[in-house]
């Protein structure tokens, strides 16, 4: 009964639920252990990537754990951590004026939140373990041993992800539990009858499609990072993938809002779309807005879509970096 309720939103309460709420836990804590069984998934197929690339590649691994170690002990991840605890925190108690639909702008403004913490880690991430070896002269010392070039970008980059992938974990777990908790509040604010423990449950779990959709979309942002740093340093890292992250959004709308009307405009919005990645993908604010729950389908192509970006990505920062003078 707990796993055909976990996928299908709509199911009725769990047995876990019942036993829950039968000893008096308040109704948006009942659900809560699905939040417990998702984490421990993501830390287990983390776990299990980390040992297949360690069994297959165990140069790379041993570059991605390094990386992952550094970008986990920075102050920056914590700061990210807290920052972003203490405001999922408060959005549940904050005044929309939406009439009823508090949770919506709770979710959508929740995903962001994280989408973009992550992104600024991975950034922040990038060029501390890339760019600033490069510029040391660490990446050399690295290098001098029987590590290639390619086996350093490609463990860079995995590193890179492990500390973006545990800030969305613990992020996420906390976010999902105030998704349940803003189901209470907002029935007792608007004094409507008090929710079931599988509405609560059912509000988490049409959240976690558009979490792995910022997911998939900060795996982006992280390879192009990666690219960048190869060449460039932080500063100018940062206000690059600024403006590939704010035109991967806007190129769509320009391009329908150019459609029959400016044919340059057209020409240029289509010569962006194609040289960046489209970014309004991975964004489904209009699934958060309607409540509609998003298709596997659509997850998959999103995240072969990912898969391709990133694959291009990678590529530019080898080919970018197999002729980088270190010495």
């Known amino acids: 009964m707990g796993v055909a309720a976990i996928i299908d939103p709509s199911a009725e309460t769990s047995t876990t639920g019942d036993v829950l709420l039968a000893v008096g836990v308040p109704t948006w804590v009942a659900p809560l252990w699905v939040i417990v069984v998702i984490a421990a998934g993501a830390l287990a197929a983390l776990s299990v990537a980390y040992y297949t690339i360690r069994l297959i590649q165990p140069k790379i691994a041993a570059i991605a754990l390094t990386t992952c170690r550094e970008g986990t002990s920075q102050s920056l991840f914590y700061v990210l951590l807290l920052l972003g605890a203490m405001l999922l925190l408060a959005f549940p108690f904050l005044p929309y004026n939406t009439f009823g639909e508090d949770i919506k702008v709770v979710k ?30 660490t990446a ?7 590590v290639g070039r390619r086996q350093f970008i490609i463990g860079k980059f995995l590193g890179v992800l492990g500390p973006v992938a545990f800030l969305f974990i613990i992020l996420s777990s906390l976010f999902l539990a105030t998704i349940s908790y803003k189901v209470v509040y907002d029935a007792r604010e608007t004094a409507s009858p008090d929710p079931t423990v599988a509405e609560c449950r059912g509000e988490m779990l049409l959240v976690l499609a558009p979490l792995t959709l910022a997911f998939l979309e900060t795996v982006v942002l992280a390879s192009i990072s990666i690219a960048i740093s190869t060449r460039l340093p932080m500063l100018a890292n940062l206000i690059i993938c600024s403006s590939i992250y704010a035109l991967g959004h806007l190129v769509p709308t320009l391009v329908n809002s150019a459609t029959g009307r400016f044919e340059i405009l057209l020409f240029v919005s289509q010569l962006i779309a194609t040289l960046l990645p489209v970014l309004e993908n991975f964004d489904v604010e209009t699934a958060i807005a ?16 990912c898969l391709l970006l990133s694959s291009v990505s990678l590529l530019l920062a080898l080919l970018l970096f197999e002729d980088r003078d270190l010495a």
């Open 108 to 137: 959508d403004s929740g995903t962001k939140l994280i989408m973009v913490l992550g992104i600024l880690l991975a950034l922040w991430t990038a060029s501390v373990s890339l760019a600033d070896e490069i510029e040391g002269r």
């Open 140 to 146: 050399l010392t690295l290098l001098s041993k029987p």
């Open 290 to 305: 309607t409540g509609h729950a998003v298709s596997l389908s659509y997850l998959g192509l999103a995240a072969v879509y």
